[in-house]
């Protein structure tokens, strides 16, 4: 066992290296995770030596690394982006995840010459698309918000169905009609538990006065854990628990909302960085080779049937043209959520589990390196590229509980419709009132006549009945302009 000063230093040192990674896949076109992957190589046991075989413990982390990245994503997804593809994104969850199981699993039974079980086991485990992969290539892609809102639920959501259907699998217990009413079950209350503890800590958290801004992402993160494993104890799904009370959270009027985001977006990195150098060093390079022509046998299987066949399953009754149901094919991203669930396969003893593991290994980092850097180019192709959109006005509140009042942040962002709006025009309600504007770095006291510009940061004192009408009248008129009311825009 190595000292503590030297754990702390590994550990240190890989997360700099994690995070100068970030920088090093953005400049290559290449995504992170692969670099991850390849620094836990680095320190395995066939270049620095260190020796890891631990599966139950690869899978642990895993799965909690799998919490904080949920957590992130729900946090971070804003209700009005996703509100419009829900349809489509629990059709993708469910629907589309059952079709590439039998669709997966028929071709691996016939190439690769697995029995039934075992090869819908397979289906299973790669049917599953990975939240970290979609959350940081997808946002970045410039797609429509139908697009990007509907393959950000499908990836916080279908982990919930693929991991109950991948223990199913890798069980020896027989599969009965009861079967689906349990999954059924697992899944419906998982997310009825996601629904209380997000909007019972979104009400806790706007009436806590709590003593440091700090405590506010801390206590935001552990209701969502908090939902997990309360998940898991009444034996429902804990991850579809998480990102549904992720998700309610984010999208409340929480105290140091912009803190809350920053902070969770940190521990979604590391959780990131974390798990893919575990999965790095829990891999044997030796046995990577032998793994290769099944990982692209099955990676052809999910490319070119599994995954085109299950998208037109789900999204056929929304009359989606086809080249967006291309566009959803093609970004299917795969990430560390296969191997995770691979080793739960493992760990449930699964036949040839091992091998499994290596096979997925191997088909993430080909996907990946396909996937993930052509994903640009293939929106544009397809035509459903929409070019950088307005980013969402920032709204950040901070309680003043002595003075029972709240302070507004707002951040005017390019393309928003406050641009050019005199203050005056603004309307706020009685009770709210802007009293610092920041513009290229200078502070100024506003008047009526001070008209607002693109990346203006505007502070507005309200009282705490006034807070919730200001915030809407904000928004609605970023939406809309200084006519919001006349178009109907609530701000909502």
Not at 264 to 270: Q, R
Not at 351 to 364: I, K, S
Not at 471 to 489: N, P, S
């Amino acid at each position: 066992m190595a000292s503590l000063e030297v754990l702390l230093g590994v550990v240190a040192a890989v997360v700099l290296l994690g995070v100068l990674a970030v920088r090093v896949s953005v400049r290559l076109g290449m995504p992170s995770l692969v670099l991850y992957l390849g620094i836990g190589m680095l320190l395995g046991e066939s270049v620095l030596g260190v020796q890891f075989s631990d599966a139950q413990l690869t899978e642990n982390i895993g799965i909690a690394a799998l919490v904080l990245i949920l957590i992130e994503g729900g946090l971070t997804t804003r209700w009005d982006v996703v509100r419009p593809s829900l349809g489509i994104g629990i059709a993708l969850s469910t629907v589309a995840v059952a079709a590439s199981i039998v669709v997966a699993g028929t071709g691996l039974h016939y190439l690769l010459g697995l029995d039934w079980r075992e090869a819908f086991l397979w289906g299973a485990v790669l049917s599953s698309t990975d939240a970290a992969a979609v959350f940081s290539v997808l946002r970045g892609a410039g797609v429509s918000r139908r697009l990007a809102g509907a393959l950000e639920l499908e990836s916080g959501i279908n982990d919930a169905p693929v991991v109950l259907a991948v223990i199913l699998l890798a069980s020896t217990d027989p599969i009965t009609w009861a079967t689906p009413a349990l999954v059924v079950y697992e899944l419906v209350a998982g997310a009825v538990i996601g629904l209380g503890f997000g909007y019972a800590g979104g009400w806790a958290l706007r009436r806590a006065a709590l003593p440091s801004t700090g405590l506010y992402p801390l206590a935001a993160m552990a209701v969502c854990v908090l939902a997990f494993a309360a998940g898991q104890f009444v034996h429902a799904s804990g991850l579809l628990a998480t990102y549904v009370a992720a998700l309610v959270l984010g999208n409340a009027n929480l105290p140091h909302r912009g803190g809350v985001l920053s902070f969770a977006e940190g521990m979604g990195w590391l959780a990131q960085i974390g798990l893919f150098v575990l999965l790095g060093l829990y891999v044997s390079p030796s046995r990577l080779p032998e793994a290769i022509v099944p990982a692209l046998i099955a990676g052809a299987v999910l490319l070119l049937t599994a995954r085109p066949l299950s998208v037109l399953a789900a999204v056929t009754p929304f009359r989606i043209p086809w080249r967006e149901q291309a566009f959803l094919s093609w970004s299917g991203l795969r990430g560390a959520v296969p191997i995770v669930l691979a080793l739960i396969a493992l760990v449930e003893g699964a036949p040839d589990g091992g091998r499994l593991v290596d096979v997925v290994f191997v088909l993430v980092v080909v996907l990946t390196l396909l996937q993930g850097t052509t994903l640009p180019w293939v929106a544009r192709k397809l035509g459903v590229a929409t070019g950088a959109e307005a980013q969402e006005i920032e709204v950040d509140a901070a309680p003043l509980d002595e003075l029972g009042a709240d302070l507004l942040q707002v951040r005017v962002p390019v393309g928003s419709r406050l641009r050019g709006v005199y203050l005056r025009e603004l309307r706020l309600p009685v009770g709210a009132t802007v009293s610092l504007v920041v513009r290229d770095a200078a502070a100024f006291t506003p008047n009526g006549e001070t008209r607002l510009r693109e990346r203006d940061q505007l502070l507005v004192v309200t009282t705490a009945e006034a807070r919730g009408p200001a915030e809407r009248r904000i928004r609605a008129v970023d939406r809309a302009g200084r006519l919001a009311r006349w178009h109907g825009e609530s701000g909502r």
